[in-house]
């Protein structure tokens, strides 16, 4: 379910309300990759703490762990809205980060197929064959290692008929 900016800033103080503002689409692609690093850090952080907070909340209200103040707390509403969009500001940096990254390997692999290209392009200048790969002799006839057969086909099969016959007459 979405959440509106109203409920973000109801959940969140003035320093994460920055934070996550900046990962939004204008903010988010000014960052540098080592503010978003730090970014990343300091969201997981908050969001970690948020995390916990809801976690004593709902044991107080299921009674197994003791009040932090005066009663027990009675919803864990907000600090789960906190959580949530904490949660989303640093999927969108995760996002952004390994779109980065992807754009990088992209450009490095550009570079390494030009870079291939100059030295096939200055190696055909030079006279060189493409492919220095060569048949030499050919293909060689290989010995078999089994020994030779030395009786006749015909015969085994003139015995294995004779073998089918007598099977045949002791079975009727």
Avoid: Y
Wanted: glycine share 4%; charged share 35%.
């Amino acid at each position: 379910m979405a959440i509106s900016r109203k409920e973000e800033e109801r959940a969140l103080d003035k320093a994460e309300q920055e934070l996550v503002a900046n990962t939004r689409h204008p903010a988010l692609q000014e960052l540098s990759d080592k503010d978003l690093s730090h970014h990343i850090k300091l969201l997981r952080e908050r969001r970690d703490k948020a995390q916990g907070e809801v976690q004593r909340r709902r044991r107080e209200m299921r009674g197994k762990a003791t009040a932090k103040g005066a009663e027990a707390a009675t919803s864990a509403a907000g600090n789960s809205t906190k959580q949530e969009v904490l949660s989303q500001a640093v999927r969108r940096l995760n996002a952004e980060r390994t779109r980065r990254e992807r754009m990088a390997a992209q450009v490095s692999q550009a570079e390494l197929a030009h870079t291939a290209l100059q030295l096939k392009q200055a190696s055909t200048d030079q006279g060189a064959p493409l492919n220095t790969r060569h048949a030499h002799q050919g293909m060689r006839n290989a010995a078999s290692q089994r020994p030779k057969n030395l009786i006749r086909p015909m015969e085994l099969g003139r015995q294995r008929k004779a073998g089918a016959v007598a099977q045949a007459k002791r079975d009727s």
